[in-house]
């Protein structure tokens, strides 16, 4: 076997791996995972169709699967610009819109390549197999080709241009990766075959360089932003609590649901809008507090939430800050505790100073009564008394003891006055209060 091929098995084989691995993550809210994993399939699937043409001694076969693998390598174009636009801050732009039109021309390319021998012309023999003589639909695949992933390796390194330095180093290890298979894919696939060079085409098996630096990027620095699942998808959507991933610009990379079910934004909205625009308190005062901090957010309909916040900084293997981890809690139930709890407290301090008016008053109306029944008593010694003078009847009157009940009484009554007095008094202080 010659060395080529296995070459294309090897590559073929690695690049099944790494693309399994991606795609396991497809179900994480971040699209850059099942896209890259796609790039890689599509590479598989033109390696496949090129270990296929090279082992054939049929060059009508041969052309067949030439053909054929036109389905992995042009795909690879707008699945590379739809992974680049995805790294963008702005998720509605103009680019997200055109990129049903993209994939719609490219298979649009592929179904040509397959019918027609405007693409592939005919094969011919090489010293590992085949090569092909392509005809001038080819110049516009490799043109087409070329002005969507030059554009997406752009867009790829601009949209991390304002996040953390791991990021930054990820995105351009993750640009290279895609500036190889599109480098060498033009000068082997392209170039060489044009001027009549024999030379192995490379293209397939250098798609392999993404895989291989998802993988190493996830091994530097604990994690890929090709494949950002951090976090146990399944524990996060079970948290009672809303749990967003912020990136260090502010923008909300990843939600749970119970975050989506607060706000009432679907997570796509949330997807890459700033938080700014949701909490009353800015990121920064978050961080900075470093504990439970109370604010307001903003729900869809445009309602002041309380919650209570936590963040804490998101550091990969080598300590640099990636992002920040932003726990939200409902707080309205808790505020309308404390209401309740405030609303008892006062009825309690009305009930304290309803007692404490009872025992102030209680007070002169005990003695003002005792005064009472005693100025009765007094009262009826005197009256009868005077019914004895008036009645002819001798009564043995002292006139020490009269004056004794009458000073008395005078006594008795200015005290009753005054607690009639101090009495009013207590209820007017009420009335005014």
Not at 87 to 114: E, F, G, K
Not at 338 to 349: E, I, P, T, Y
Request: with cysteine.
């Amino acid at each position: 076997m010659h060395p080529y091929i296995t070459s294309l098995i090897v590559g073929a084989v690695i690049s099944s791996l790494l693309a399994g691995a991606l795609l396991v993550h497809q179900r994480s809210t971040w699209r850059e995972s099942s896209v890259s994993g796609l790039i890689l399939v599509c590479g598989v699937f033109w390696s496949v169709c090129q270990i296929m043409w090279n082992t054939t001694s049929d060059p009508a076969l041969a052309i067949y699967y030439m053909r054929l693998s036109s389905l992995g390598w042009v795909m690879v174009a707008p699945l590379a610009l739809q992974l680049g636009v995805s790294a963008l801050d702005i998720p509605h732009s103009r680019i997200w819109r055109a990129l049903p039109w993209a994939y719609a021309v490219s298979a649009a390319i592929v179904v040509i390549d397959w019918t027609t021998p405007w693409c592939h012309a005919y094969a011919i023999p090489t010293s590992w197999g085949f090569t092909y003589v392509f005809g001038t639909g080819f110049y516009f695949q490799v043109i087409w080709l070329t002005s969507l992933t030059l554009p997406a390796i752009w867009m790829g390194l601009r949209g991390f241009r304002d996040s953390s330095p791991a990021e930054r180093s990820q995105s351009a290890v993750i640009g290279v990766a895609l500036l190889v298979p599109l480098t060498l894919g033009l000068l082997t696939d392209g170039l060489f075959p044009m001027t009549g060079v024999e030379f192995p085409p490379l293209g397939s098996i250098s798609i392999g360089f993404l895989g291989l630096a998802s993988a190493y990027t996830r091994h530097r620095f604990g994690y890929s932003v090709l494949v950002p699942t951090m976090f146990a998808e399944e524990i996060l959507h079970t948290l009672p609590g809303g749990v967003a991933l912020i990136r260090m610009d502010g923008r909300i990379r990843s939600s749970n649901e119970s975050l989506v079910k607060l706000l009432g934004i679907e997570s796509s909205a949330l997807f890459n809008r700033s938080v700014d625009e949701i909490l009353s308190a800015p990121l920064e005062t978050l961080i900075a507090e470093g504990r439970n901090l109370e604010c307001e957010a903003t729900n869809h309909a445009g309602e002041r939430i309380p919650v209570a916040l936590n963040a804490s900084l998101l550091r990969d293997k080598i300590g640099t800050p990636i992002g920040v981890v932003l726990v939200m809690h409902d707080q309205r139930e808790v505020k309308s505790l404390r209401n309740r709890l405030l609303l008892s407290g006062r009825l309690a301090a009305v009930g304290e100073l309803a007692a404490g008016v009872a025992h102030e008053i209680n007070n002169p109306l005990a003695y003002v009564r005792s005064n009472l029944s005693l100025l009765t008593r007094h009262w009826s010694e005197l009256r009868n008394s005077r019914e004895a003078d008036t009645g002819n009847t001798r009564v043995d009157r002292d006139p020490a003891k009269i004056a004794e009940l009458l000073d008395e009484g005078d006594d008795l009554l200015s005290e009753s006055l005054e607690g009639v007095d101090r009495a009013s008094a207590i209820v007017q202080d009420i009335k005014g209060f």
